[in-house]
C-alpha cells in the first residue's frame, strides 16, 4: 500500500531556529517525490521537487532511499515560513505539518 | 495569464442530491488533476486526466463519482447521489505535461 507519514502535526520553532520536517513513505517503485506548501490564506504550491534538486526559499529535502525518508530542512527559520507543508511521493499527499516560527 | 480557477467556491447540498464541479485549468496546460481534502486531512487523489482521457482514476473512491474533460481543457467532477460524507474541500491542479502542479482555490462542498 502507498503511504506517507508526516509524523508532526505541529512543529513550533523560534526565528532563526533550524526546522526539520520529517517524511517517511511507503511506496511501490521509484516515485518521484514534491513537498507541497500552503500559506495562509493562499493556494497550495509546490515548494521543491527531489528531481530538480533545487534549494527553494532556503529549504532543502533529502531523500534517503534506504530509510524511505525525504525530509526537509531549513537552517534558519524565518516568520514567513509559517504555512502548511504536505510531502508527497508522487500524486498521495501526507497529512501535512503546521510549522509555526516564533518570532 | 489567469491561474486555476474552480466553480462554485462553496456549495451546499442535501444527501441524495447530483453535483457537478468545474475546473478551468491553466490555458495549454495538457495534465488536469482532482484531489479532495477533508479536515486536518492532506489532499487525497481522485482522477488525473492527459488531454480528454483518464490517465489514471484509481483514486475515485466509488461509482458515484465521475469527471470528464471532453475538449481537453474544462473539467466536471460529477457526484450523484451525494453523501454527508463526501464533504469536503476538491481542489484541481494542472500542468504542462507531468510539470508542476498549479492548485485552483478550491470548492467547498457541504452535504446536509
Known amino acids: 500500500a502507498q503511504r506517507v507519514t508526516q509524523p508532526e502535526k505541529l512543529l513550533s520553532v523560534f526565528k532563526g531556529a533550524p526546522v526539520e520536517l520529517k517524511c517517511n513513505y511507503s511506496?511501490?517503485?521509484?516515485?518521484?517525490l514534491f513537498w507541497y506548501v500552503q500559506y495562509s490564506r493562499q493556494r497550495l504550491q509546490l515548494l521543491l521537487r527531489?528531481?530538480s534538486r533545487e534549494s527553494i526559499k532556503g529549504f532543502t529535502a533529502d531523500l534517503n532511499k534506504g530509510e524511505t525518508s525525504f525530509h526537509l530542512k531549513k537552517p534558519f527559520a524565518q516568520e514567513e515560513d509559517s504555512a502548511m507543508y504536505y510531502c508527497?511521493?508522487?500524486?498521495?499527499f501526507g497529512k501535512g505539518t503546521r510549522l509555526s516560527v516564533i518570532a | 495569464g489567469a491561474g486555476v480557477s474552480q466553480t462554485p467556491s462553496n456549495k451546499v447540498t442535501e444527501k441524495g442530491k447530483y453535483v457537478e464541479l468545474r475546473c478551468d485549468p491553466i490555458?495549454?496546460?495538457?495534465?488536469l488533476y482532482w484531489y479532495r481534502q477533508s479536515l486536518g486531512q492532506g489532499p487525497e487523489f481522485l482522477i488525473y486526466?492527459?488531454?480528454?482521457?483518464?490517465?489514471?482514476d484509481s483514486g475515485l473512491p466509488n461509482d458515484r463519482f465521475f469527471a470528464v474533460r471532453p475538449e481537453g481543457s474544462v473539467s466536471t467532477l460529477k457526484i450523484q447521489r451525494t453523501e454527508r460524507g463526501d464533504s469536503a474541500v476538491y481542489l484541481c491542479?494542472?500542468?504542462?505535461?507531468?510539470?508542476?502542479?498549479?492548485f485552483g482555490p478550491g470548492t467547498r462542498l457541504t452535504v446536509l
Open positions: 508527497a511521493p508522487s500524486l498521495v
Open positions: 486526466f492527459q488531454g480528454t482521457g483518464a490517465a489514471d
Open positions: 491542479a494542472s500542468s504542462f505535461d507531468t510539470g508542476e502542479q498549479f
Open positions: 511506496y511501490s517503485g521509484s516515485p518521484e
Open positions: 527531489h528531481i
Open positions: 490555458s495549454g496546460h495538457t495534465a
